[in-house]
């Protein structure tokens, strides 16, 4: 597969994985820091799984600094994620991540000298913008988004994982991306460690209020995650992590889809409430991100 179909791939496990992170939320956790006990597990288990069928051959000094950095500041993005969920609604942060292809393309045109022709820069902000607008809607509650606490640790999780990433591309270079991946991972369950014994105890408290099922979902949820780490490291070994990171941006796109297959077929699970306005809007947004996605591909 190219780096294209790989991206595209990845944005859609993203996807699946935000979705069931939103019916856990809204469900049953109340502490979304609780879902890093899980993900430590998880990604203990991707390093077990890359070290037995691929082994993790050494590296030189420098990179396996790299590497511990990119892997810590890459989990310490989702730790400040997960903060910010703690103190704000999902709805109202997840749309900042569509701001962060601008943190890639700066720091990859610096760093890694990635520079594209016009039609490609302009597709990366038809897909920004597409990406805006499909995540708009009407905020029913009287408090309003403002410049918080929450803001600004979305900003870092911004700025963490865009520089984990070119760093991930940079070290693409000297390495094959199973061993990059494994030791990513690795360097990501160190970070977790901490987080893991401040909080096991509350997660299983919660598990023994409403069952294993909450665990099982969380699981299923990083398992989603996990592969599109796997299928966006590929994909930047392939192709500059610039493009590959901005067709991230078709991600709510891949939300919107399932939202709406659900909300005909499961609307018990999870239900999509639009008015004709807020349709027309979204098709124009799809129209935009089909015409991104086509100028940088």
Request: positive net charge; hydrophobic residues 60%; charged residues 15%.
């Amino acid at each position: 597969m190219d780096w294209v179909t790989l991206a595209l791939l990845a944005s859609l496990m993203w996807a699946v994985s935000n979705l069931i992170d939103k019916y856990v939320l809204e469900k049953w956790l109340k502490n979304p820091l609780l879902s890093l006990d899980v993900i430590f597990f998880v990604e203990i288990a991707a390093v077990a799984i890359v070290y037995f069928s691929h082994g993790l051959p050494p590296i030189s000094a420098m990179n396996l600094m790299l590497v511990v950095i990119a892997g810590a500041l890459g989990m310490m993005g989702a730790v400040f994620y997960f903060m910010a969920l703690n103190i704000e609604e999902v709805s109202r942060i997840v749309p900042l991540f569509n701001i962060s292809p601008l943190f890639i393309l700066v720091l990859a045109a610096v760093f890694l000298g990635e520079v594209f022709t016009t039609g490609k820069y302009l597709g990366i902000a038809l897909l920004i913008m597409g990406s805006v607008m499909i995540t708009l809607r009407k905020v029913e509650s009287k408090r309003r988004f403002h410049w918080g606490k929450p803001t600004w640790l979305m900003l870092a999780c911004l700025i963490t994982g865009s520089v984990t990433r070119v760093i991930t591309k940079y070290l693409l270079r000297y390495a094959d991306f199973w061993s990059i991946f494994g030791y990513l991972r690795l360097s990501s369950a160190l970070v977790l460690i901490p987080f893991f014994f401040m909080t096991r105890k509350q997660l299983a408290a919660t598990a023994k209020r409403h069952g294993r099922r909450v665990i099982g979902l969380i699981a299923l949820s990083e398992v989603f995650a996990v592969v599109a780490l796997c299928l966006f490291t590929i994909a930047i070994s392939l192709g500059p992590v610039t493009l590959v990171n901005s067709l991230g941006a078709l991600q709510p796109l891949f939300v919107l889809v399932i939202m709406v297959m659900f909300s005909n077929f499961f609307p018990h699970i999870l239900k999509e409430e639009v008015d004709r306005h807020t349709i027309a809007l979204k098709l124009i947004a799809i129209v935009l991100m089909i015409i991104g996605t086509v100028l940088v591909a």
